[in-house]
């Protein structure tokens, strides 16, 4: 009975850490003034401490702290002390001075979870910055660097520091808290983490946070150390050179380039020692010109039309839409309104009779003396609708956006959609403006007209201003094209001529052998057929010499008979 009562009181103590009761804490200890260390023997790896900070029970902890000071660094199964679970979920005041969390922890007693990181790693192997630092919430590293400054310097796990984290997850306002609490630490500023020997600049260039870099680059002992090199060897300009080029690559590069920073490396090899030195600068010098070439080619092409195009077609969209829209509403209901009944008698400026009377839903204006204005508003409304569908018609009817001839249209479609809009605009001006407002004095009529057709002129002239640096984009890209393209066509001319010298003495060569082999190969046939000619003749003398002797001992018989006879 007295086991099962006290694993209900610490089931209680528990219950009561969740829900913050300070009584039922105080009835307890009064009951059994041991079970808070009777919690150590219990399967549980969180302490109520640990509860009652994650929760954010902050009188509750504080009651927990009063009985047990030792509960302030007391471990989880995570190596996570209660200090680290209330930061975590951002509850300031639980260690903000004057809490007790905070004040043990600054007493020789009880030291700071904070000092246990840094002095002893191995039992201790977590901050709590990094947790806020991944979130981002400021106020809480705010504090933790007022209550302890020393944990901005803390390495974590992977040999990195909280300034390496914050990059990474791109939290620049904790990041700057952490570089001012540390800005006159030049060693901290540029440690490198383990993985590949960056720095924090090194790391930023890497992941173009033009913000991070820019910011960085203010600090001095930053930017005394731009030129640092990492595990690899590279500066971080070098680093930027090797990753994928896009629009922020050039604003980092420059960037960087204003910062003083320099490429050490020398990636291009050196010429061989038999060429002569006017030739090697040759050589270098159209290698850089042509890789210039290249950069700016690729520049050029985030100022592509067709791309920005691409980019923002559901905004070409909504705009084409609308402008249709207004001028859908124009025409039916034009300046000066519409008549609301049938006029019969004759009017001052309008054209309104018994034979032609004014008819009611008709435009007001259209019936007027000087129907001119009225006229002119009309077409102008009418080409801007025709325009707007056009570019509507263009969008959704699925052409090639990059096709030539529907970027064209396209082109002109919104140009003449935005210039009859704004002639729209202006002739309605002019017809609804009175005209005692309009020419009351010469000085005043003057003014409106330069204000208006400043405006005009304003807008066409940005429109084209924006053609021509379309144009000039262009023609430089053409131009980048034939310096680019003739350049490699001289080089594969010369390889070609190369390959052809190279490819003629090799045929030559083996002309030679073949002809050398050819020889060779006669002769051995000659000498052959001699060696066969001269077998047969032996044969042959073999075989005759049979004949002759039987033919000398023939004579010789005759002889002896003839000696005989």
């Known amino acids: 009975m007295e086991v099962r009562r006290e694993e209900d009181d610490i089931i209680e103590l528990y219950n009561a850490s969740m829900s913050g009761s300070t009584t039922t804490l105080c009835r307890l200890i009064h009951n059994d003034p041991h079970l808070l260390s009777k919690t150590s023997l219990t399967s549980f790896s969180d302490t109520p401490l640990h509860i009652s900070a994650l929760v954010g029970q902050l009188d509750f902890s504080k009651a927990l ?13 995570h190596k996570r002390c209660p200090l680290h679970l209330a930061s975590a979920e951002g509850h300031v005041d639980i260690f903000t001075p004057p809490t007790p969390i905070v004040s043990l922890s600054r007493s020789s007693a009880h030291r700071s979870h904070l000092r246990l990181t840094a002095q002893k790693p191995r039992r201790l192997t977590v901050t709590p910055l990094p947790p806020q630092v991944i979130r981002g919430r400021v106020e809480v590293v705010k504090e933790l660097i007022i209550t302890r400054s020393d944990s901005t310097q ?38 490198k983490d383990h993985d590949g020997g960056n720095t924090i600049l090194q790391l930023a260039v890497m992941l173009k946070q033009v913000e991070t870099i820019k910011y960085l680059l203010l600090v001095p002992k930053v930017k005394e150390a731009v030129d640092f090199l990492n595990n690899m060897g590279f500066t971080a300009l070098e680093m930027l050179e090797n990753c994928p ?57 985030y100022l592509k039309y067709d791309d920005w195009v691409k980019d923002n077609h559901g905004s070409i969209m909504v705009v084409s839409t609308v402008i249709t829209t207004i001028t859908f509403q ?101 017809m609804v403006t009175p005209d005692f407002l309009m020419y009351d004095s010469p000085k005043h009529t003057s003014f409106m007209d330069v204000c208006i057709l400043g405006s005009v002129i304003i807008v066409v002239s940005m429109v084209l201003l ?28 010369d390889g070609g001529d190369r390959r052809s010298e190279i490819e003629g003495g090799d045929r030559r060569r083996r002309s030679m052998e073949e002809i050398e082999g050819g020889d060779r190969r006669r002769s051995r046939e000659e000498i052959a057929r001699g060696d066969r000619a001269g077998d047969r003749a032996r044969r042959s003398r073999e075989e005759i010499a049979p004949e002759i002797a039987r033919g000398d001992r023939a004579g010789d018989r005759a002889m002896r008979s003839e000696i005989e006879g």
């Open 330 to 430: 124009q025409a039916i209901s034009p300046p000066g309104g519409l008549w609301q009944a049938n006029v019969n008698d004759t009017m001052q400026g309008f054209r309104c009779s018994s034979d032609t009377p004014c008819v009611a839903g008709k435009a007001v204006l259209a019936d007027a003396v000087d129907y001119r204005s009225y006229l002119n508003f009309m077409i102008c409304n009418t080409l801007s609708f025709v325009a707007s569908l056009g570019v509507t018609f263009l969008l959704i009817s699925g052409f090639p956006i990059k096709h030539r001839v529907c970027m064209c249209l396209l082109t002109i479609s919104l140009c003449s959609t935005l210039t009859f809009l704004a002639a729209t605009y202006l002739i309605a001006f002019y």
């Open 466 to 493: 924006v053609h021509l640096i379309r144009f000039l984009a262009w023609l430089s890209i053409f131009c980048v094209h034939r310096i680019v393209d003739g350049g490699d066509r001289r080089s594969e001319i």
């Open 65 to 77: 702290l009063l009985q047990k000071p030792q509960l302030a660094v007391e471990l989880d199964s």
């Open 154 to 191: 803390v390495m974590l796990d992977g040999g990195e520091t909280v300034l390496h984290l914050c990059v990474k997850h791109n939290q620049l306002e904790a990041f700057k808290l952490l570089v001012e609490s540390v800005s006159d630490k030049g060693d901290f500023l540029n440690s």
């Open 245 to 301: 080029k896009d629009f922020k690559s050039f604003t980092v590069r420059n960037i960087l380039m204003d910062a003083g920073a320099s490429i050490k490396r020398v990636n291009n090899p050196s010429p061989p020692l038999a060429i002569a030195v006017g030739h090697n600068d040759s050589v270098e010098l159209e290698q850089s010109s042509k890789e210039r070439c290249k950069n700016w080619l690729e520049y050029l092409k």
